[in-house]
């Protein structure tokens, strides 16, 4: 079988060294918050280009402790894209907040600044950009807004490891950028992990609180806080990584540049590419007619594709209120019946592609 992410193939490749810096690990006597997350979090910083990197439990914790460091929860509207991962979504009512979803833009398949506009109220506090399946948002625009409204901007980077937006790596643009390392990130761990970056020093202090009960460095609560803190053996694994990813990355794009050229014949919207932007492919997203059915044709020849997302999160029962009053979200729900993630992963050899390609012109060229 043929799958859209495999990690197990990540963790192969790298195999020796990150078992020799697991063995590394367990031999140390600091097993939290110890050498590892210190230098993995120096190391992360340095590659997004922020002054700090907070490790922290996950990405869904590093959105969440993101509105808590800019002291945004109960009662503050958070605008969100619907469509995006429910973790975007969650992390904001975890806060406290109120998320108010708005559409995506009809080309790119992120936020919308037009959107933006619309749903700002004198509650809204701050937006969060989610860079969609390794593709930037609008970010000039959405900054541009988000000063007019006095608005802060977190950047969600879960599937963007390492993408820029003009001269900038995501995550160092907005007030802060927050990451996930699951497995099937372009940056995965073998278990639960993210980071939230800034270069404001004020805000890396409370993140750095935040994440341990709101301690200071004698173990004294000075705010409320939780336990939320990068695991030691998670970020040896990730100091491994961390030096190829750009190399892994460029393996993606050569993936989505053999599929981009496959497909130019067929009924297929491949993704594009925003100007002056790099795109990570974390998912290679197309839109397709008959969706459904090139899902069971493919795994009937051992190709498992995927779908993100079927359901909008402002269709999912518990965030039905979430949707502003008379706002149609056109855009979002036509890519809920159209779009298809194909295997893309740094490890996936070119006769695993040519059989994925292969599939789907035989599906639409018969």
Known sequence: MIFFSNPKAQYLAYKNEIDAAIEKALSETQ????????SFEEEFAKYIGTDHAVGVGNGTDALCLALN???IGLGSEVIAPSYTAVATIAAIEMAGAIPVLVDVDPYYYTLSPEAIEQAVTERTRAVIAVHLYGQPADMNKI????????????????????AIYEDKRVGSIGDIGCFSFYPTKNLGALGDGG???TS????ASHLY???????DENRISQKPGWNSRLDELQAAVLRVKLPYLDADTEKRKAIARNYDKAFQDLPVVCPPIRNRCSHVYHLYVITVHKRNELVRFLK????LAGIHYSTPVHKMPTYTDCLPAGVNLSQTDLLAGTVLSLPIYPELNPVEQDQVISAIREFYLP
Do not use: M, P, S
Not at 31 to 38: D, E, H, K, T, Y
Not at 150 to 159: F, G, H, R, W, Y
Not at 300 to 303: F, G, H, L, P, Y
């Open 195 to 197: 980071a939230v970056v």
């Open 300 to 303: 009937k020849n051992n190709i």
């Open 31 to 38: 097993f939290i918050l110890g050498q590892n997350v210190a």
């Open 69 to 71: 460091a800019l002291d």
């Open 209 to 215: 609180k935040l994440r341990e009960y709101g301690w």
């Open 200 to 203: 404001d020093d004020v805000i």
């Open 143 to 162: 900054l541009t807004i988000a000063k007019r409204h006095k608005l802060k901007v977190i950047e969600d980077c879960a599937q963007a490891h390492g």
